[in-house]
């Protein structure tokens, strides 16, 4: 992406409010933006999605870069031109199971309870994660996890959509 434009000129609000937002997607721990350095999953960047109709892709953002153009009288900025690079980012867990041998249980995202399963069983098996099964349960609103039964069709999200 080239550019993201700001203006708070009809409000006068430092346009810096707006701005700073955009740096907490690469400020990670004390390496800032430099992801090599990260050692550990809690250090993980932060992922944002892109979204522009009906387009939308994960990304971790790898750069911003801010470019003030316009001030009020006093210096404050009101308008700024931030160019941002990102990084396209989807986790392997996010990608629906390819092979047959698997073990999905699905048809067009949608998974049918068999006997015996349970929503963090149905978890771990989609998303790798039984702690995931939240996820599962407030997509299709379920708000007891031990009464679904065998043959019941739940639909998957992915996981930044539940």
Avoid: C
Wanted: net charge neutral; aromatic share 12%.
């Amino acid at each position: 992406m080239s550019s993201i434009w700001f203006d708070t000129t009809d409000t006068g609000e430092d346009v810096r409010k707006q701005t700073d937002k955009l740096f907490a997607y690469v400020e990670v721990g004390s390496g800032g933006g430099d992801f090599s350095r990260l050692k550990t999953i809690s250090q993980k960047p932060p992922y944002t999605a892109f979204e522009w109709g009906n387009f939308r892709f994960l990304a971790v953002v790898e750069s911003v870069s801010l470019e003030f153009i316009h001030f009020k009288p006093d210096g404050t900025p009101l308008r700024a031109k931030a160019t941002v690079s990102f990084k396209e980012f989807k986790h392997r867990k996010l990608y629906a199971r390819q092979n047959p041998t698997s073990g999905a249980n699905t048809h067009n995202g949608v998974w049918y309870v068999s006997a015996h399963e349970r929503l963090d069983t149905i978890a771990m098996q989609v998303y790798g994660d039984a702690t995931q099964w939240r996820h599962i349960a407030a997509h299709n609103h379920i708000t007891d996890p031990m009464a679904i039964y065998p043959g019941q069709p739940l639909v998957i999200p992915a996981l930044w959509e539940a």
